[in-house]
């Protein structure tokens, strides 16, 4: 059957059966749109479904419109090459980044390192135990970052969790030297406001500009009160990076009064997460220009002053999106992709009960010159598969591929598995490759699936929270041409220009 018959006649089967019992919107019960997500941004979970979702999930694998469990299923121009699963870090897998021959995952209790010279059989490098919420990672030159983003007794790797209302915890950024890949130190320490949920690089010749991206959930944390409607910028030296730095707050939300001037959320924009910081940034380096995912709003910015960003256009969906989580340009810069984390990656909104437009991409042009650019709405984007309720799924983390004059990316949705797909017309976004498991679980929805999916170097990288890290070769003509191109580094949220 051909890739478009097949997910025609899966989202028409599903369709139907959730029409005819309502049955799919369950989840939707226990976990409402309108929740400010979880700070771990998807960490493993364990929620019970009603009896009727749960044998809705096992007729539809029995009538294969959804994978078997833990089965894997993909479109005839993916190939899955490898899989390695988790070994002594046994928490969730998280971001990714790359560099030569080697990639870095990312894991809540550390990160390991993997040898992918041959990509069909990576090779374990270095495994260092590190426990930190949510550990989102990248590297430049000999140094390695690490955001930890949950309540820690100090600094050190053999730190504790600490109760968010204890005054002495420690949040914030980690710096290792990887010079020796086989083992990495650490070398520097910086906390920073509310932590560090991610992070994004801004690399110079001698320093390294770290923009901070975190968040106030709520006024249960002592150090992270709102408003808190900025960035930390930290300031790496690269010859002496313990001497990293916390140099700057711009404040990309000026406003008055105690909640800063970012989107109010409930009850003003219901079912919209108010504005307390930024979830995620992307920079374009090669055009002086960021896109921030803060909560609430997307921005355009620019950073020809790394220290002093300053914002360009600021829009708002009160309408599908819940909680602006990433974001991603095209290579023209003429285009942004931002990805709506309904439900915190812990909720099953790939359904029919939660329909195309929520839990989606969208895409916006980027019209105007200078200081004058402004974001425009085009559309929106997601995976035309439908899940089971016992499996977590939303837009998440993806990169470019890099085509030239074509816009298209692949991304991860969790359970939803890996979607690599075409919005070189802005208006009518089409998936052109697929890659998934069935559900983990057919009783219970367990935090699961694809949390990055990257190209890199003519393959894809997927980090599943659950199962590993996964390889996949794309062989299609309208990506081929990717196949030439050769980064020597890649953090995804700091996108490299391809073709200059």
């Not at 380096?285 to 020809?304: E, N, R, V």
């Not at 990717?482 to 953090?491: G, M, S, V």
């Amino acid at each position: 059957m051909t890739l478009l018959n097949d997910l025609r006649t899966r989202r028409r089967r599903l369709g139907v059966a959730a029409a005819c019992t309502g049955l799919l919107a369950a989840l939707l019960t226990a976990v409402p749109a309108a929740a400010t997500p979880d700070p771990g941004d998807g960490p493993a979970v364990r929620q019970q479904v009603s009896p009727g979702s749960r044998a809705e999930a096992v007729a539809a694998i029995a009538d294969g419109e959804i994978p078997g469990q833990d089965e894997i299923v993909h479109s005839d121009n993916i190939e899955h090459l490898a899989n390695i699963p988790k070994d002594a870090l046994p928490g969730t897998n998280s971001d990714l980044a790359f560099q030569g021959k080697y990639a870095f995952s990312g894991n809540y209790d550390g990160f390991r390192i993997f040898d992918i010279s041959n990509p069909k059989s990576p090779k374990t490098v270095a495994q260092v135990l590190c426990p930190g919420s949510q550990n989102d990672i990248s590297v430049s030159g000999d140094l390695l970052f690490l955001s930890t983003d949950s309540s820690r007794s100090d600094s050190s790797c053999n730190s504790t969790t600490q109760p968010v209302t204890e005054k002495s915890s420690w949040e914030g950024m980690k710096v290792f030297d990887i010079s020796d890949k086989a083992n990495p130190k650490y070398v520097a320490a910086v906390e920073t406001a509310c932590g560090s949920h991610t992070h994004t690089l801004v690399p110079e010749r001698k320093n390294v500009y770290i923009y901070v991206s975190s968040y106030s959930p709520n006024a249960a944390y002592p150090d992270c009160q709102p408003p808190h409607d900025g960035i930390s910028v930290i300031k790496v030296p690269r010859k002496a990076p313990e001497k990293a730095a916390l140099v700057g707050f711009p404040v990309l939300f000026p406003g008055e009064g105690p909640d800063g001037g970012g989107n109010p959320g409930s009850p003003t924009n219901p079912g919209v997460a108010k504005t307390t910081g930024c979830h995620d940034l992307t920079v374009l380096p090669s055009k002086d220009l960021a896109a921030g995912a803060c909560m609430g709003d997307g921005i355009l910015f620019s950073i020809k002053d790394p220290e002093h960003p300053k914002v360009i256009d600021r829009v708002q969906d009160n309408v599908n999106f819940a909680f602006w989580h990433s974001a991603t340009f095209n290579q023209k810069a003429n285009k942004v992709v931002f990805t709506d984390e309904l439900g915190g990656g812990g909720a099953a909104t790939c359904n029919a009960a939660t329909g195309p437009d929520k839990g989606a991409d969208g895409i916006y042009d980027i019209v105007g010159k200078g200081d004058k650019r402004k974001l425009v709405f085009r559309s929106y984007y997601k995976i035309p598969r439908y899940q089971a309720d016992t499996e977590n799924c939303v837009a998440h983390n993806g990169s470019l591929i890099p085509v030239k004059g074509k816009d298209i990316m692949v991304q991860a949705w969790y359970q939803g598995g890996v979607s690599v797909w075409d919005f070189t017309n802005s208006s009518k976004p089409e998936e052109i490759a697929y890659f998934e498991r069935g559900p983990l679980d057919t009783q219970v929805l367990r935090g699961a699936g694809s949390w990055s999916a990257y190209y890199y170097n003519g393959y894809i990288y997927s980090n599943d929270i659950a199962k590993g890290f996964d390889v996949l070769r794309l062989d299609d003509k309208r990506t081929d041409p990717a196949k030439r191109i050769r980064l020597p580094e890649l953090n995804v949220q700091t996108q490299p220009d391809y073709f200059d």
